[in-house]
C-alpha cells in the first residue's frame, strides 16, 4: 500500500530534550516536505527537499533541522525542543515535475513539549 | 511571499445542499491542490489542479490561474463530507527547474448535518 509513515505519532517531551520524528514513503518520491499545524493558522512550511541531500527552508524553518539521505526518509529533527514548538506536523511526499506535484500526507505526530 | 485566503471560514449545511468554496492568492502559480482534514485529522489529496476543471464523483473544482482563483464544488452534501477543506498554491515548477515552497490557506470549516 502506497504510504507515508511518520512516528511517533503522539509524544509529550520536556523542554531542551533533544527529539527525532521520522518520515518514511514508499512510493520512490523525490519531493518530501513537513508543515506544522496550529489553531488558526493552518499548515506551515517548516522545510522541504527535492531530493536526496537537496533541502530547503520553508516559511518556519527555526528551531528545527532535516537530513535527506535516503530517498525514502525525511526526518525532523528539534534539537532543543521549546513550548511553542507544541504542534500536530506532517510530513507529505510527492513526484516532481510539471503535472505531477500530487501531494501524499502521513497520519500526523501531535507533539507536546512541556 | 504568496498570500492565500480562502472562504467562507465556516459553512453548516443540511445533508443534501450543494456548497462552493473559494480559494484566492496574490500571485501567479503553477502548481494548486485541494485537500480535505477530515475530524480524525488526516489530510486527503482531493485535485490537484492548477488550471482548468476536474470532477471526481459529487467533488468539482475550476481555476482560473489567469485570475487567480479556483473553486471547489460539494454537490449532494453528506455527513461524512465535514471537516476542514484547504488549498495550496506554489510555483513549483519553472523552466525545467522545479521549486519546492506550497502555501496553505486557513480553510474553510465545512459541517454538514443529518
Known amino acids: 500500500e502506497a504510504q507515508v509513515t511518520q512516528n511517533p505519532r503522539y509524544l509529550i517531551t520536556v523542554t531542551g530534550k533533544k527529539l527525532t520524528v521520522t518520515c518514511s514513503q514508499n512510493?520512490?518520491?523525490?519531493?518530501m516536505s513537513w508543515y506544522r499545524q496550529d489553531p488558526g493558522l493552518g499548515l506551515r512550511q517548516i522545510y522541504y527537499?527535492?531530493?536526496?541531500?537537496?533541502?530547503d527552508k520553508g516559511d518556519v524553518p527555526e528551531g528545527y533541522k532535516v537530513s535527506r539521505k535516503e530517498k525514502r526518509n525525511f526526518p525532523l529533527i528539534l534539537e532543543s525542543p521549546s513550548p511553542n514548538q507544541t504542534s500536530l506536523y506532517f510530513c507529505a511526499s510527492s513526484l516532481r515535475g510539471r503535472d505531477t506535484g500530487e501531494l501524499f500526507f502521513g497520519e500526523g505526530s501531535r507533539l507536546t513539549v512541556l | 511571499g504568496i498570500q492565500v485566503e480562502q472562504s467562507p471560514p465556516d459553512l453548516i449545511l443540511q445533508e443534501g445542499a450543494n456548497s462552493t468554496l473559494r480559494c484566492n492568492f496574490s500571485?501567479?502559480?503553477?502548481?494548486l491542490q485541494w485537500f480535505h482534514q477530515n475530524p480524525w485529522g488526516q489530510l486527503i489529496n482531493l485535485f490537484y489542479i492548477p488550471s482548468g476543471t476536474k470532477q471526481n464523483g459529487r467533488l468539482s473544482a475550476t481555476t482560473v490561474a489567469t485570475e487567480r482563483y479556483s473553486l471547489l464544488y460539494i454537490s449532494s452534501s453528506q455527513t461524512t463530507d465535514s471537516g476542514v477543506y484547504f488549498c495550496a498554491v506554489g510555483v513549483t515548477w519553472v523552466g525545467g527547474t522545479s521549486y519546492g515552497k506550497l502555501t496553505f490557506g486557513q480553510g474553510t470549516i465545512l459541517t454538514v448535518h443529518p
Open positions: 512510493m520512490n518520491h523525490e519531493y
Open positions: 527537499s527535492m531530493n536526496v541531500e537537496v533541502t
Open positions: 500571485d501567479s502559480v503553477n502548481n
